[in-house]
T-cell receptor
């Protein structure tokens, strides 16, 4: 069974702290994505990656960075957390161009609260 | 750029009622279209999809038809159950850009 695992379901951090959100997939997918989900705003793409060590900015990359050192792992980094980054963060993965049906596989989400 | 507009919620229905959630899109080229569902406390999962015009996606009694002429992909179910209570997201995949765009989500509550 395909699986995307996010390391923490719930986190509480203080303003200015550095925050790491980890995501691991076991499906050998090339593509990985980070979204944030806010009420009334749907899902907004922060960053995505098509391959190891590659990254592309999504629609709202400001205040975030990412790291993809291994194919199965995609990390989201908040260098200095702020209260407006309080949100639900969703990681997703999909196959590369070859055989890509377009379906995204999601983790269960990480709910971050910044105080 | 690409965009997806969904019917605003929340939607509250009685069990066995007919469900329609409207979805329209704006995109360049020929996107693939999806409906995802998010049950309480869980991540999103694919409900159904359609990859070209006039395709009909279906799953668990839900259906949606890719209408290129009206740029729509409305979700329907003939008889909803309490267990269908969830948030439903319409989405498109721009195959050129390789990324998906989501609607704002519609919360459905089904009462017994």
């Amino acid at each position: 069974d395909v699986k995307v695992t996010q390391s923490s379901r719930y986190l509480v951090k203080r303003t200015g702290e550095k925050v790491f959100l980890e995501c691991v997939q076991d499906m050998d997918h090339e593509n990985m994505f980070w979204y944030r989900q806010d009420p009334g705003l749907g899902l907004r793409l922060i960053y995505f990656s098509y391959d190891v060590k590659m990254k592309e900015k999504g629609d709202i990359p400001e205040g975030y960075s990412v790291s993809r050192e291994k194919k199965e792992r995609f990390s989201l980094i908040l260098e200095s957390a702020s209260t407006n980054q309080t949100s639900m963060y969703l990681c997703a993965s999909s196959l590369g161009l070859a055989g890509n049906t377009g379906e995204l596989f999601f983790g269960e989400g990480s709910r971050l609260t910044v105080l | 750029g690409d965009s997806v507009t969904q019917m605003e919620g929340p939607v509250t229905l009685s069990e066995e009622a007919f469900l329609t959630i409207n979805c329209t899109y704006t995109a360049t080229g020929y996107p693939s279209l999806f409906w995802y569902v998010q049950y309480p406390g869980e991540g999103l999962q694919l409900l159904l999809k359609a990859t070209k015009a006039d395709d009909k996606g279906s799953n668990k009694g839900f259906e949606a038809t890719y209408r290129k002429e009206t740029t729509s992909f409305h979700l329907e179910k003939g008889s909803v159950q309490v267990s269908d209570s969830a948030v439903y997201f319409c989405a498109l995949l721009n195959t050129n850009a390789g990324k998906s765009t989501f609607g704002d989500g519609t919360t459905l509550t089904v009462k017994p």
